[in-house]
């Protein structure tokens, strides 16, 4: 009923355009006699009258057909734009061309200036009835728009920014005001865009903040770079309004561009640099048509792994992790987006030496990426024998499957806290290290160890805490003033890390660039200030101390190991440091036996094995 209501008010609608157009015809007929002879219609010679309007029927059924050809019965009117406009001016000098061509055929003459004055009456008479709604639309939202409007400031009077400025003009669903535009290019600046002045470079945005009490300002500069993007963000976010921006430029060449394309700003704009990029397409031959093992698959990490290399037409993929919540969750975001993909998903520990064996063998991976650890550092400093069993003897044991079932490639996932640790956590994934530089002399398989920082948005990272906590109106909690980290999101860290697989050869430790450290008081500061409060005052920051093992930053390379290029500036191997395999290999043996006696000193083993590892509290 309602799709057969809807069909006839169409019909309705048309059908009063046709109307309007015949009167509009004949109306323009009128309209350029009326003109040709300065207003005087007694001055209008009769024969001139007469002749307009003898074949005016032939002149508008032609019109009502050239209308319908160029779609003046058939466009969205409430959305036109100068597409449309476009084509009523056609449509309008087509009718012109029309109605002359009849007059001379029939030998009927006419003024001269007549058909023009036909043309652009037409046109003029056209345009009112196609875009009065607007129009009236507009001047009615006015009226009736009681609220308080949000006062808006646009950045950037390009195509992005005069698309936001003409769907929040237009839009009777969108409770906000354009009250000024600024863009750097001095050429804009002081003209007006849909009526809205351009007032200047981004350096007035404070003061033109202060001064037209603005609540919102949307960053309309899609094609930016990130540095751009972040001295503009660092005006910006001092104002203490809400800040909106609009994604990539490709949105603008597809047409998404409007009011719901538009994001919270993140905090990794505010990282001030490009996103880094990897060669895919060596990627892709790497993993193409290979059975691709990743423990820890449902992990931070390791989900954004099986992610990518879902994405690279493996022949296999087998996810195994021991928390069933998030492997459900990415078994499910794999299934529906790549259907055709072989996906095992199992649950397992890699503690679990029968059940890791069993895997190995009935899969038998050629490539493995071993992301399962435990990783917080507060925890793990609480309960160390479950970081030396999980990190220390996991990773042992699915080392020692991988070399058994003859598995070409391991990658393993390390850590920035395993240089010169002061936790437990960075020391075993230390150890790990010498697991695999220890076995890649002893096996067919190739083993590597990348190594990168903290990544933006991973679970247990600050950046989720801090929103949780700006959320609940603070305080955040920072434990120092001067602690700083280096970042990466965790696509760039995961696409770095299938790259750095590409180029072992067995034996590295792949270290990731992860560019300027960051203060992580400066991201809490920053953070407060993009949700729209000002720190201090809405929203204060609390200093809670170093936790136990914690360092105010952290190092990617040890100072022995020194560092090669690679042919990504952003990845560097670390020269790996001698060891005493022999001696190595006992030392674990004797760890193993010892932590699973659930010992209190098992930081005194882990220190012996790992000599540059300095716990607090310890006596060396």
């Given amino acids: 009923m309602k ?185 804009k600046q002081g003209s007006y865009l849909h009526g809205v002045k351009i007032m200047g470079g981004r350096d007035v945005i404070p003061e033109i903040v202060k001064k037209y009490g603005v609540d919102e300002i949307m960053i309309a500069l899609p094609s930016a770079p990130a540095k751009e993007i972040k001295q503009i963000l660092d005006l910006c976010k001092e104002t203490g309004c809400e800040l909106k921006r609009l994604p990539g430029v490709y949105q603008l060449v597809n047409g998404e561009v409007s009011i719901s394309a538009l994001k919270e700003v993140d905090v990794n704009d505010l990282l001030g640099r490009e996103p880094v990029k990897v060669d895919l397409s060596s990627i892709l031959d790497y993993v193409a048509g290979k059975t691709v093992l990743v423990t820890g698959g449902g992990g931070s990490i390791g989900s954004e792994i099986c992610r990518q290399v879902a994405g690279h037409n493996p022949k296999r993929l087998v996810i195994v992790d021991i928390y069933e919540n998030t492997t459900y969750d990415i078994q499910n975001e794999l299934k529906r987006k790549y259907p055709s993909l072989d996906l095992v998903v199992l649950i397992a520990s890699v503690r679990n030496t029968k059940r890791i064996n069993n895997i190995f063998e009935k899969y038998r991976p050629d490539i493995v990426y071993h992301a399962a650890a435990h990783k917080h550092v507060p925890l793990m400093e609480d309960s160390p024998n479950e970081a030396v069993k999980n990190n ?151 200093y809670t101390g170093l936790r136990p093992g914690e360092k105010l930053y952290e190092e990617m390379l040890m100072e022995e190991e020194g560092m090669q290029d690679t042919e990504n500036k952003l990845i560097h191997i670390g020269k790996p440091i001698k060891l005493e395999e022999e001696n190595f290999l006992m030392q674990l043996e004797n760890l193993a036996k010892h932590v699973v006696q659930e010992p209190e000193d098992i930081r005194k083993w882990v220190q012996e094995i790992v000599p540059t590892y300095h716990p607090e509290g310890m006596n060396n």
């Fill in 3 to 187: 799709v057969l209501i809807e069909n006839n008010q169409l019909l309705l609608k048309k059908l009063f355009l046709v109307l309007y157009d015949i009167a509009a015809v004949a109306g323009a007929s009128l309209l350029a006699l009326f003109l040709r002879f300065e207003g005087r219609y007694q001055a209008i010679p009769q024969e001139y009258l007469d002749r307009s309007q003898q074949y005016i029927s032939v002149v508008i059924v032609i019109t009502i057909v050239i209308f319908y050809a160029l779609r003046l019965y058939g466009n969205l009117w409430s959305y036109a734009g100068a597409t449309e406009l476009i084509n009523i001016a056609i449509a309008s000098i087509l009718s012109a061309g029309v109605q002359m061509s009849v007059m001379v055929l029939m030998d009927m003459r006419m003024p001269r200036s007549y058909y023009v004055f036909y043309g652009a009456g037409l046109f003029v008479f056209v345009t009112i009835s196609r875009y009065s709604y607007r129009v009236l639309r507009t001047l009615i939202k006015r009226q009736k728009n009681d609220k308080p409007c949000t006062n808006v400031l646009i950045v950037g009077a390009g195509g992005a920014g005069n698309m936001l400025v003409r769907e929040i003009s237009n839009s009777s669903h969108i409770n906000k005001k354009v009250v000024c535009i600024v863009d750097d290019s001095k050429a």
């Fill in 392 to 542: 220390v003897l996991g990773t042992w044991k699915v080392v020692q499957a991988a070399d058994r079932w003859k598995v070409r490639r391991f990658v393993m996932i390390s850590t920035d806290k395993a240089v010169n640790p002061t936790n437990i956590m960075g020391a075993t994934k230390r150890i790990c290290e010498m697991i695999i530089q220890t076995y890649n002399n002893r096996s067919r398989t190739e083993f590597v160890a990348v190594r990168f920082g903290n990544v933006l948005g991973s679970n247990g990272s600050v950046i989720p805490l801090f929103k949780k906590q700006i959320a609940q109106g603070g305080p955040v909690t920072v434990t120092h003033p001067d602690i700083i980290r280096y970042f990466m999101t965790i696509p760039e860290a995961v696409s770095l890390v299938l790259q750095a697989g590409v180029y072992a050869r067995g034996g590295e430790i792949f270290v990731l660039d992860m560019g300027e450290p960051v203060k992580i008081a400066d991201l809490a500061r920053n953070l407060i200030l993009l949700s729209g409060h000002k720190p201090g005052e809405d929203i204060s920051i609390v």
